[in-house]
């Protein structure tokens, strides 16, 4: 089922004294989300993400625009004619239930044409409890499951009805690191299985990378950028969007523009052209720097993290805005060779792969185009 969003928009009143603007949680969106696709709802916390879900499932009423889910508006329905599953962060399982019971529930409230006989339930559940891989826990109660169990507790109870669209407020964030990356790809698996439209919200970007379809990034209320995963990584269209995606996240620096030339400091780190002489911010990627003894680029070395495959320089340079510099070269380099003592305070030289580098207007942070020479 694809959902459409026209103008929608989210107004709170103001609780603050001093301040009496509304809060625009929610700023004219306007997209439509594919049929059976995953799609994550980006951003930090506060910036309108369970807002956006609760206009979809239609537990809030949007102060402005429309939501159709195919062809049909569904902006003044109840949250249960909608055929929406829901799964929030705490889990939320009735406690005094058995596993069997907390799933069998949404098929127990049924009614009129739609109603089952205790069979077709008992098949449903069982179905959707395989489908989470919890068949064998359907009599306990909640509080006898971990975290992970009762979560996919959860999703099966949203998903014995066959939602059409299915919603997932942080489910995994009350998950171990370990449990959530297991968890997380178990979520993939079932939406690709079962093909059901899914808008997933976290505030985690790593999670809606590895795992969306398409990613929605939205900041203060206001849609940032829509796109596959790679594409947005790629191709940030500013500087909150590239600094957002990617760990360890991008490097940014003060950078001037002058005669076909990019500078950082007195460095010539690339040349360039299509753009007019001016400074700018600068964003170099982590795996956009490469170790060169004549590199063109310039830093201070404070030493080197080993990550397994990977080393990480850590350095310095005076037009950093942030305190370090993080670069990461495969491990097959030897730095001691790259740079002259290799020892901390020494200089380490990089050249920069120019599609691994952005430049952003200084004043409204959109990202410049380049052409590299
Ligand atoms: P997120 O889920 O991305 O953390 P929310 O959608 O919960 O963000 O909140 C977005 C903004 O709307 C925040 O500024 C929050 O304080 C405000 N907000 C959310 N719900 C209400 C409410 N019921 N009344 C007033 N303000 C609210
Ligand atoms: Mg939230």
Redesign the pocket.
């Known amino acids: 089922m694809e959902v459409t969003l026209k103008n929608l928009t989210?107004r709170?009143?103001?609780?603050d004294k001093k301040n009496h603007d509304d809060?625009i949680?929610?700023n004219n969106f306007d997209f439509e989300i594919p049929d059976g696709k995953l799609i994550g709802l980006l951003?930090?916390?506060?910036?309108?993400?369970?807002?956006?879900?609760?206009l979809i499932s239609g537990l809030?009423k949007p102060t402005d625009g429309r939501i159709f889910f195919g062809e049909d508006d569904v902006t003044d329905l109840p949250p249960e004619n909608r055929g929406i599953g829901l799964v929030f962060q705490n889990y939320a399982l009735y406690p005094h239930l058995t596993v069997k019971q907390n799933i069998l529930f949404p098929l127990e409230n049924l009614k009129g044409k739609d109603k089952l006989t205790k069979d077709q339930m008992l098949e449903k559940a069982s179905e959707a409890a395989k489908l989470v891989q919890i068949d064998e826990l359907m009599d306990r109660k909640p509080r006898e499951l971990s975290g992970g169990q009762q979560q996919r507790v959860a999703i099966a109870r949203a998903l014995v009805k066959m939602p059409k669209v299915l919603l997932l407020?942080?489910p995994l964030s009350n998950l171990d690191a370990r449990l959530r990356i297991q968890t997380r790809e178990e979520i993939r698996r079932i939406q690709r299985e079962t093909e059901v439209t899914t808008i997933f919200?976290t505030?985690d970007q790593e999670e809606a990378m590895s795992i969306s379809d398409m990613i929605v990034v939205?900041k203060d209320?206001i849609v940032q950028q829509i796109g596959k995963p790679q594409d947005v990584y790629d191709s940030p269209t500013n500087l909150f969007v590239a600094k957002f995606l990617g760990t360890p996240p991008i490097n940014v620096f003060d950078g001037q523009v002058r005669d076909n030339r990019l500078y950082i400091g007195d460095d010539t780190v690339l040349k360039i052209s299509g753009v007019p002489d001016k400074t700018v911010f600068v964003g170099i990627r982590p795996e956009g720097f490469i170790l060169s003894k004549e590199g063109a680029f310039g830093c201070r070395l404070n030493g080197v993290e080993v990550m397994g495959r990977d080393i990480s320089v850590v350095s310095t340079n005076e037009a950093s805005l942030n305190p370090t510099v993080r670069s990461i070269i495969g491990a097959e380099n030897k730095l001691s060779a790259q740079t002259d003592h290799a020892s901390e305070g020494s200089v380490v030289r990089f050249n920069l792969i120019p599609r691994k580098v952005f430049l952003f207007d200084k004043e409204t942070e959109e990202r410049i185009d380049f052409e590299e020479c």
Not at 43 to 54: A, D, H, Q, R, W
């Open positions: 989210k709170f009143p103001s609780r809060v949680a929610v951003g930090p916390s506060g910036c309108g993400k369970s807002t956006v879900l609760n809030l407020d942080e919200v505030h939205m209320g």
